[in-house]
């Protein structure tokens, strides 16, 4: 034996212990505020006993950060990237490293939430309205989204607006037979339990009749073809025109709103951000005037502060799902807006010269290529194209496509007859004499591009040349060199809350650590420079990663199988939906359409059950925020012969195990139905409990969530459909545009369970849950918990009500919120699942000194509540009512206030050490609704 110090004691912790926040000595304090020995004897009285699984996570042992990022070097080796000419809406591109260093990879974007707190997310809403103005510019219509999840998911939301909003009875929806491949397929999986008929036509004969069409411009070969007079006759019959239209082509061709588009989508990849084997990238819709209250996904406008200041804030949120449920005009609930500040950013960094040149470069090598072509004696399908040439090789296109991957370059190859090639940022002189090469041989003479560029015109039509301006707004033309550039980003983020600040206690958000060792890989060019349509064999290492990430998850919750297609929660609740239908029809029960939804859901639960073709039937709650089991019974036996599911949540949407879980999903499936449980609160069951082994057939997960992927501002995320083996072979084949979806941030899930191991995501969840319920002891001798659980305890979020506050004082949720701002916070997730109330999440990932920190200031909220009950404070000129307070508010020489300039600006003595400062104070929402403006402010709006 020796008093020695071995090797064993000093091997590096597992990076559990970096990930989880509290520390041994912590949890002994946190326990003895909650009132328990351990936290095993904290779990096993929180957690039902029919829900715990018998069974220990059976995963591979915990990896060092070192050994992780090893691994994924080693996986992401057998990926082979080849220079990519595929095309399909998929092009290389180069992202400037100003961007790539100072937003892809910055935890100050990608770890902020979704801007539903605008005063302190002014730089990300600037960043969108940048994008919102890129896309409104270009394609010639008045107002544009904040991104939508990719193109092919935004054809089809604006299929479903355009029969919302038109005028034709008609149930036929015209697609472009020139349309990309993935979003006619796309347009199939959503038109079905729509009951759409989808008519494929090259749009040059008589329109059938219908309600809209959609025409690809250029389309999928590349041919460029205006549609004025089809958008004519479209009009004349009633039905909406959306055109799905690449975004670099639209600086040099005629846009869509001037001929006539009612609706334009498409996809912004190509601005700067990678291709990542599919995704993530931000899809764009814009359209006219008369449409914008009923455009899918989020809106950002310009509003003004309690100043008369110009201020940004998410514009007409009454559409969103948490207040329409099954009446909203979509089930999107995320975005992808990190992606789109990187197009955003691409575009002002670039400027429209700059975008012309890079368009014009890419045409002149698509024009040379075609005439070199023709020069070797190889037909070219179409005259006029912009990017993409269509060769014709009768019996031969086999042979030219694998002559060029030989040679280090993917063609498309389009059918045995036909290769496809298409340009890009990236293609240079000698790409060109390669795909020449490969048409031709190997030894052949191939014409020298320089000299074919001299004589070669361009292929693009004259009288589709586009004359009108674009992007002539300063920020446009004012940040083209670096140093400019990385200013003004750095403006931008220091004026937003994210987790590189403070804790985000969202509830129902699970805003955990992004750790940087999960992050690294996703810019590797192994895995970020791989098509979609990339043969398989050049993604070997993708592969693996997803087999493993696939089987982790099922081992996980306890399926049989995962998909992780579905690019966000909403598309994972709709496959798994979609799953449900088509098993009751594989069995002859096509009338089960009836989805039984708990009232306490959420919104996107009843949006997807209607995109699903189901009619949603509300089963009430109790006085404990629990489903109520006799309306749940008179329901079932209401609708016994037409129930296909019910969807819940578990641990509930009030943050509490409900008991009743296991026979919830036997009186279901006792009548015939199926069981959706809805994977958002998984961070409270992860190696303790199995959604699989509880009844359910069925569930969607967020990996943005659970699984580490960040939140990225409102975007990207992944969300995988788990179900059991009956359900496997009803799983739409497409959901996303991308086989694979988000397929380049999966790395990062991976990697956190593979660092973390079953006992550290078990360990994890039982944080979740101590944390929690720390808070709530802590917080609970000055606010009302709503809801608990068994011994008084909640699962891994709580909920306090200010209704009686509210009442008494006058003091709103809020005026809470805003005052939280003050103090260093976002607020947590206001009035959701219950009006008037806070619903708290701090995630596993918060150390000791944070959440007390944040029930300080909670506590110190309350005490300044009281003054106003007292009288002390003005009923209408206090610290909450008035707050955020900016910098400038509190410098300026008039204080007019009753409360002085350090209360309103210190009210706790640690900010003065560490201060944030709100760029903007109090926004007027219902302002920027009555005045709606989606695009860059003219400069003279911001002066005095």
């Not at 349509?533 to 998850?553: H, K, M, N, T, V």
Request: aromatic letters at 6%; proline letters at 6%.
């Amino acid at each position: 034996m020796t008093d020695r110090v071995t090797l064993s004691d000093l091997a590096t912790p597992p990076f559990a212990t970096r990930h989880i926040g509290p520390s041994d000595a912590d949890r002994a304090k946190m326990l003895e505020v909650v009132g328990y020995r351990s936290v095993a004897e904290l779990v096993a009285a929180a957690t039902p006993e029919a829900i715990r699984t018998g069974t220990p996570l059976d995963l591979p042992e915990p990896a060092s950060e070192d050994q992780v990022l090893a691994e994924l070097r080693a996986i992401a080796s057998r990926n082979r990237v080849l220079t990519s000419m595929i095309g399909l809406g998929y092009y290389d591109t180069i992202t400037p490293a100003v961007i790539l260093r100072n937003v892809l990879e910055n935890p100050g974007w990608y770890t902020a939430y979704t801007p539903y707190q605008p005063e302190i997310s002014q730089g990300r809403l600037e960043a969108l309205i940048n994008f919102q103005t890129l896309v409104s510019d270009l394609t010639g219509l008045p107002v544009a989204g904040a991104s939508l999840l990719d193109e092919a998911t935004a054809a089809a939301e604006a299929m479903a607006l355009a029969r919302r909003a038109g005028k034709a009875k008609s149930q036929v929806f015209v697609v472009d037979a020139d349309a990309l491949p993935q979003t006619k397929a796309v347009l199939a999986t959503r038109a079905e339990p729509l009951g759409i008929t989808i008519v494929e036509s090259d749009l040059t004969g008589e329109l059938p009749e219908c309600f809209g069409v959609l025409v690809q411009y250029p389309g999928a070969s590349g041919r460029v073809a205006g549609f004025r007079e089809l958008a004519e006759r479209a009009h004349a019959a009633g039905a909406m025109v959306i055109a799905a239209a690449d975004l670099l082509a639209l600086t040099l061709l005629v846009p869509p709103g001037e001929q006539g588009a009612d609706i334009a989508v498409g996809s912004t990849q190509r601005f700067g951000v990678p291709l990542g084997y599919g995704g993530p990238h931000a899809a764009y819709i814009a359209v006219r005037d008369g449409l914008q209250r009923q455009l899918p996904g989020r809106l950002v406008g310009v509003s003004k502060d309690a100043d008369g200041r110009p201020a940004y804030r998410l514009a007409l949120q009454t559409r969103e799902q948490h207040i329409r449920r099954e009446k909203a005009t979509s089930n999107i609930c995320t975005a992808q807006v990190l992606l789109a500040v990187v197009a955003a950013m691409y575009a002002v960094y670039h400027g429209p010269d700059g975008l012309r040149r890079i368009a014009r470069r890419v045409h002149r090598h698509a024009a040379v290529l075609a005439a070199g072509l023709r020069a070797l004696g190889v037909e070219v399908v179409h005259d006029r194209f912009f990017d993409t040439v269509l060769a014709r090789v009768p019996g031969r296109a086999r042979e030219v496509v694998a002559a060029a991957e030989e040679a280090g370059i993917n063609l498309r190859l389009a059918d045995d007859d036909h290769v496809g090639i298409a340009c890009d940022e990236k293609t240079t002189a000698e790409h060109v004499r390669t795909v020449w090469r490969a048409f031709a041989g190997p030894d052949a003479e191939v014409p020298v591009p320089a000299d074919l560029d001299l004589t070669t015109p361009d292929a693009l039509p004259a009288e589709l040349l586009r004359t009108s301006e674009f992007l002539t707004h300063p920020v446009f033309n004012s940040y083209h060199s670096e140093t400019a550039m990385l200013r003004y980003l750095r403006r931008l983020m220091d004026k937003d809350l994210a987790l590189d600040r403070s804790m985000i206690p969202l509830g129902s958000c699970t805003m955990k650590l992004n750790a940087t060792t999960e992050m690294e890989p996703i810019t590797w060019p192994e895995f970020a420079g791989i098509h979609p349509f990339a043969p398989a064999d050049q993604a070997r290492g993708y592969a693996e990663l997803i087999s493993s990430l696939e089987g982790w998850l099922a081992e996980i919750t306890g399926y049989d199988k995962v998909s992780i297609q579905p690019n966000a929660g909403s598309q994972g609740e709709l496959a798994g939906l979609l799953a449900i239908r088509g098993y009751h029809r594989a069995r002859g029960e096509a009338q089960r359409d009836v989805c039984l939804i708990p009232s306490s859901a959420h919104g996107t639960n009843a949006a997807s059950a209607a995109m699903a073709g189901m009619r949603v039937v509300v089963v009430a709650c109790d006085a404990d925020g629990n489903v109520d089991m006799a309306d749940l019974a008179a329901k079932i036996e209401a609708h016994r012969d037409t129930l296909a599911a019910i969807m819940v949540t578990y641990p509930s949407t009030h943050g509490v195990f409900e008991e009743t879980i296991t026979e919830i999903c036997a009186r279901v499936h006792e009548a015939g139905g199926q069981v959706y449980v809805d994977g958002a609160n998984l961070n409270a069951l992860v190696g303790i409990s199995r959604l699989g082994e509880l009844g359910a057939d069925v569930s969607h997960l967020n990996l943005h969530k659970t699984f580490a992927i960040p939140h990225g501002g409102g975007g990207p995320g992944v969300g995988p459909v788990a179900v059991k083996a009956h359900l496997a072979p009803h799983l739409p084949a497409h959901i996303a545009a991308a086989p694979y979806g988000s397929a380049s941030i999966l790395p990062i899930s991976w990697a956190y369970i593979r660092m973390m191991g079953a006992d550290g995501l078990r360990r994890a969840t039982e944080q979740a849950i101590l944390s929690a319920n720390y808070l709530a002891a802590r917080l609970r001798p000055h606010y009302p918990v709503l809801y608990t659980g068994r011994g008084g305890l909640v699962a891994h979020e709580c909920i306090i009500d200010l209704r009686k506050i509210t009442k008494e004082t006058g003091i709103t949720v809020d005026d809470v919120a805003k005052r939280l701002i003050d103090y260093g916070f976002h607020a947590p997730t206001m009035s959701f699942p219950v009006s008037g109330t806070l619903m708290i999440e701090p995630t596993e990932s918060e150390d000791l000194t944070e959440l007390d920190r944040f029930a300080d200031a909670m506590i110190a909220i309350r005490r300044e509540i009281d003054k106003v009950a007292s009288g002390e404070y003005d009923r209408t000129d206090n610290p909450l009512k008035n707050a955020p307070h900016t910098a400038e508010h509190v410098a300026a020489d008039e204080w007019p206030h009753p409360y002085s300039r350090a209360e309103a600006a210190y009210p706790v003595p640690g900010l003065r050490a560490a201060k944030y400062w709100p760029p903007v104070r109090r926004i007027d929402q219902a302002y920027g609704d009555r005045n709606l403006f989606c695009s860059c402010p003219p400069v003279e709006a911001y002066q005095d």
